[in-house]
Structure formats: C-alpha cells, structure tokens
C-alpha cells in the first residue's frame, strides 16, 4: 500500500504544482551528489523513493540522465563553484550553486545544528540565522562546507508513548520541519546527520528510523547509521549512534562495547591520518541539565580511544541548551560541547551544578555553532536569532566567545 500511495502522488504531484525539493546530498572534491523530490506521500523523495519521470542533471558542461530521483556527477574540479539544473520530464524543477572541497587545505567552516526538527516558528527562526550567516560568509570569500547534526532532527508533534504523530516516518513530515526551513541551504551544502532517540523507536516510531536513512546521504551512498567522511586533508569527521533505537525488534544500545560500531569507530579512528579527529553523537558524556542526566556511565568507553586518537573535541545534543566541558583530568583533556537547541529550548538554572558536571559554560537560548578551522586553531561561536549568544560560568559571569581550541601535535 505504502508503494502505491506513493507512485500515486508521483503522478498527480506536476498536475498540481506540488514543490519540489532540490537538495545536496554529498560532497567531495572532483564529485558531488544531488537530490530531488515531493514530501506529499508516505516516500516521495530520497533514496527510495519511485522516479518522479525522466530526469536530466546538468552541471560542469555535463548532461547527466537518470530514472531516479537523485545522480551522482563526478569529473568535477577540487574547490570550484558549478551551477546546477536539474530537469524532469522536459521541466525545470531545482537549480543551484555548490561547491567542491578542496584536496589539500588548513582552513574549514561548517555549522553544527541539533535537536530542532520542531517546525514550529522556533525552529525556523534559527534556520533563518544560519541563512544569513551562510550567506554573508559566502559573500566574503570564507564559505560555509556543511552542516553536521547532532540527533534528534525530525520531532513528532504529539507523542504518546505507545504511538508518535507526525513523527518523521512520513516524507510529508520533513516539509516543514527540515526540506522548507533549510531550503537555501540544502540547494548548496549537505546535511551530515547521526540520529537522536526521537529518529527512531528509541522515543517514536520505528520507520522514523528509516526515513532518516532514505532522506539523507552518506559517503559512498550506503544508509549508515554511524559514518565517516573527511574534509580534504584537514579533518576526518565521525557520525556516531548514541541511541537505542532498532531497525528491527525491541530498543537496544547501539554504542554497547561490545557491539560492531564500536569495534568500527576504534578500527576507523586508529587509521586516520588527519591532524583533526572529530567526533558526533547525540547523548552528551558531560552534563549538566537540567533535564537529561549525563551519559558518561554508558559511553565512557569511548573516551580513551578518543584520548589516544588526538580527538580534542566532541559534540553532542539531547540536552536542550549550550554547554561545554572543562579540560580536567576527568575529561581527558577533551571539550565536549552540547549544542542540543535548534528548535528545541530549556530554561532550568543549571549554574549550581556546573562544577560537578564538569561543564564550564552554558547558556540556555537557542542557537547554532559556528565551528571555523584555521591550521591548528578551532574557534566554536554559538549564534541565535539575534546574534552571537553569551554563556556564562557556574559564577554566572560571562564566558569569552568564541571557544578556542588547539590541537597542538
């Protein structure tokens, strides 16, 4: 039933004008990916979902076919802007600029955004900001790569436990919780996801799973629940699942030592070669509140690998405010940061329980990250609406932005 509803609004979605959503799925420096399709039915765009007709990729001087709903160009040149149109069935449908990542360079840009996918004015507020940010970055030559997400990105508008509405299982759920915010965005840059507990059965629905698997890209265009791609030779970049969700059978951790995505991360991390390690997730080890209690008790046999791999910071969501970590001996000289507050927001005072969470700085407002590369520098710069936004220590007095952090090797 499922395939057929959605060949249905295939065929009736250009008799109606439905929009249609051009996006960017992948990036690299000679290839990039880009995508297309409806969110009127149950799988009208991403990976799986049935042709929307004959379409034609045009980009660098080449015309790519395809029956499906998004195509892979390669032969492009490293860190150079192409324009794009994608046409289907003879029409127009989605058009853009993106950009190639270099082979070789010390400098990245790139945003970090979780726990957001609300689609209320919150939520769409923030996407604004980092609209306008990436814009004006575009314009003085420093651009924006990608967006890293850390969890939970499509919310269900009512959960009762046993049964989430509106949870993200349906394409139609992402129109106004991701494809319509992000629209400016995803037409040049790419999303790089890790799933939150509301992606799957761990808090909704267990096809919210899915879609999130079929509605973002991955490196070498296999859904994965835990990933890696790198960014030239500067920085390798690692998605990891923090959650219990299952794609089959009851809830279960994903991150249990003994489990095959540790056993890839510590393989994967160990051969890196770049001189920034980076990993994400959504659960934070260190917390503060004031909701979420931290989850060092079921992670920390992550954090010597990342003490032994050079990571200097990890970022995570969940908690629905802006944190980060000192650098102590509990926290291996480490900055684990929490940006869990683009869409999402709680206001409980966490300041007397900073010390003995190990966290440093917090502001409860919401907000992105704005995380820039420079060599062995990385400044992090939270942004909301309004601008830049100011954490304060457990003192309650203000705390410099943006956080500076070195990898000194």
């Not at 034609?56 to 076919?65: K, P």
């Not at 850390?150 to 919780?177: C, L, M, P, Q």
């Not at 990891?240 to 994967?268: I, M």
């Amino acid at each position: 039933m499922r395939l057929v509803l959605a060949l249905l609004f295939t065929f009736i979605a250009p008799c109606f004008g439905q929009r249609v959503h051009t996006y960017i799925g992948q990036i690299e420096s000679r290839a990039v990916l880009i995508a297309w399709g409806t969110t009127k039915g149950p799988n009208t765009i991403g990976r799986s979902s049935p042709s929307l007709g004959n379409a034609v990729l045009t980009i660098g001087g080449q015309t790519i076919r395809t029956e499906k709903n998004y195509s892979f160009a390669t032969g492009l040149e490293p860190d150079h802007v192409y324009r794009y149109e994608v046409a289907v069935n003879g029409k127009m449908i989605g058009d853009g600029n993106v950009r190639t990542w270099p082979e070789h360079t010390t400098d990245l840009c790139f945003f970090v955004l979780g726990d957001y996918g609300t689609g209320l004015a919150a939520q769409t507020g923030i996407a604004a900001a980092m609209t306008k940010e990436y814009e004006k970055r575009s314009a003085a030559g420093e651009p924006v790569r990608f967006i890293i997400t850390t969890g939970d990105n499509i919310y269900a508008d009512i959960n009762f436990g046993f049964r989430a509405v509106h949870s993200g299982d349906d394409d139609g759920d992402w129109e106004s919780k991701f494809f319509r915010p992000y629209e400016s965005l995803v037409r040049e840059i790419p999303f790089y996801p890790s799933p939150g507990n509301h992606d799957g059965n761990g808090t909704e629905n267990r096809d919210d799973l899915n879609a999130y698997l079929d509605n973002f890209f991955y490196p070498h265009d296999q859904p994965a629940r835990w990933y890696t791609f790198q960014f030239a030779d500067l920085a390798q970049f690692f998605s990891l699942d923090s959650t219990t969700n299952s794609e089959h059978g009851p809830p279960r951790p994903a991150y249990a030592e003994d489990g095959a995505q540790f056993a890839w991360f510590r393989k994967t991390i160990t051969q890196s070669q770049v001189p920034w390690k980076i990993p994400y997730w959504h659960h934070p080890i260190f917390n503060a509140g004031p909701y979420h209690p931290a989850s060092l008790k079921d992670l920390k046999h992550f954090m010597p690998v990342f003490q032994e791999s050079g990571v200097k910071v990890v970022f995570s969501g969940h908690e629905h405010n802006f944190q980060f970590s000192d650098l102590s001996p509990v926290t291996g000289g480490v900055r684990y940061v929490v940006s869990g507050a683009g869409g999402e927001l709680r206001h409980g005072d966490v300041r007397r329980k900073m010390a003995n969470a190990h966290i440093e700085g917090w502001a409860p407002e919401r907000h992105f990250l704005v995380v820039e590369i420079n060599g062995d520098k990385m400044t992090i710069t939270p942004i909301g609406v309004s601008g830049p936004i100011k954490p304060v220590n457990a003192s309650g007095a203000p705390v410099t932005m943006p956080l500076v952090i070195t990898n000194s090797r």
